[in-house]
């Protein structure tokens, strides 16, 4: 038997199994996707959704690739997507150059399309949107056989639609508040140059809870001090509330983090020798128009352990005292790096309770955490994979934090 069809059953297989064992649409949707990409050697796809309350407009529904795509659309007929939506017709762009579709180099800014592969999908009884391959990875280009293995392999995703339930409605972002473009970020110890941050690419929404999930050392961390001000890229460019940090004297950041930026830390880093209401009133002296001490207590529900020391509270406590100094300066913008790390599953679930009261009344939210679980309550969620952006998951069913377990 011929190879290339023993390959393509085997990859049709694969794909049909990872579907099989979703629990939702959501999850069949994305766990196809990932098995196609990786079957046909993609470097980057995305699967399109069309929007039966915005007329049919074709939102980005789940997508692997170093780029950002929240905020694109495409309405129907527009570019590769909206007509392939249209025409429910393939199109295949063997070799792919900006004119055969000036739309598509404008989504996946950043890359260099080299091939392009767009299949439309649809349940029994609607055309539902597409599912667009980007580049063979390793820079060549897709074969026609290549291309027909994709176009099965979607249709074989799109057979899922019919026994879940309907896609969830469409997670709509608030206004643009921070902008992330090509940001590198590089350390230099004698003449090794470590490569941190190979090109981020990111807009973070105005009251949305982004997850930042990936392997230690992938870059999390990394990118989250320098949106936080703590950090300069070595290049690229990084704008909040309207305003470029990215060469930004300290002076300068040290402002921007004072009026814009709370932090939540693994560690508590509360004063060992300050009560609660003193480690809070220390902040209050730092910043113009703070919260009361009780205030921020009431928030976090611990206004009973208002005198008490650090050493007199639990962890799951100190944390919550530790948010609610990050409540303080009323910032605009919450980062927090591994917050529940360090605490049992019980506390833990305490803690992301307040936070997800916070959240609720409009605060944004930036979290670097190794637990995907976490995952489930996120507006977002950005995989990081050696540097760059690899995958991300707009969550359309979220949770609250006393479903999660672990």
């Not at 293995?149 to 249709?155: F, G, I, P, S, Y």
Request: charged share 20%; hydrophobic share 40%; net charge negative.
């Amino acid at each position: 038997m011929d190879t290339s069809i023993v390959s393509a059953y085997r990859a049709l297989n694969a794909a049909q199994e990872a579907i099989s064992r979703a629990d939702t649409l959501d999850e069949a949707l994305q766990e196809g996707l990932k098995v196609i990409l990786a079957n046909c050697k993609a470097e980057s796809g995305a699967i399109w959704y069309a929007d039966k309350n915005d007329e049919n407009c074709l939102h980005p529904y789940f997508w692997i690739a170093p780029s950002d795509l929240t905020s694109c659309k495409h309405m129907p007929g527009e570019g590769a997507v909206g007509r392939v939506f249209e025409t429910q017709q393939a199109e295949r762009y063997l070799t792919f150059t900006p004119a055969n579709d000036p739309m598509t180099v404008t989504d996946f800014a950043g890359m260099e399309i080299t091939s392009m592969i767009c299949v439309p999908f649809s349940s029994t009884n609607d055309n539902l949107g597409c599912i667009q391959f980007i580049n063979k990875e390793g820079g060549g280009f897709f074969s026609a056989e290549e291309a027909d293995v994709c176009e099965m392999m979607a249709m074989l995703a799109a057979m899922a639609l019919d026994d879940n339930k309907a896609i969830q409605p469409a997670w709509t972002p608030g206004k643009t508040i921070m902008r992330v473009r090509d940001v590198t970020r590089e350390f230099t110890n004698g003449d090794v140059v470590t490569k941190v941050l190979k090109g981020v690419n990111l807009d973070v929404y105005e009251g949305e809870f982004l997850v930042l999930l990936g392997e230690s050392g992938c870059g999390k961390s990394t990118l989250l001090n320098i949106i936080g001000g703590m950090d300069h890229p070595t290049s690229g460019s990084f704008e909040c509330f309207g305003e470029e940090f990215a060469n930004a004297s300290q002076e300068r950041l040290t402002d921007y983090r004072r009026d814009n930026i709370g932090f939540i830390f693994q560690s508590y880093n509360l004063m060992p020798n300050l009560n609660a209401a003193q480690n809070l009133e220390l902040i209050a002296s730092l910043v113009p128009n703070p919260m009361t001490a009780d205030e921020a207590l009431s928030i976090v529900n611990l206004s009973e352990r208002k005198h008490n020391y650090p050493s007199q509270m639990s962890g799951g406590q100190q944390q919550r005292v530790s948010i609610a100094r990050a409540l303080m300066k009323r910032p605009g913008i919450i980062l927090a790096d591994e917050p529940t790390a360090a605490l049992d599953y019980t506390t833990s679930i305490e803690v992301l309770e307040v936070m997800e009261k916070i959240i609720a009344e409009g605060t944004t939210m930036i979290m670097v955490t190794h637990n995907e679980e976490i995952c489930r309550m996120a507006d977002r969620v950005v995989r990081m994979r050696g540097g760059r952006m690899h995958e991300v998951t707009i969550n359309r069913r979220k949770a609250h934090a006393t479903d999660l377990v672990w």
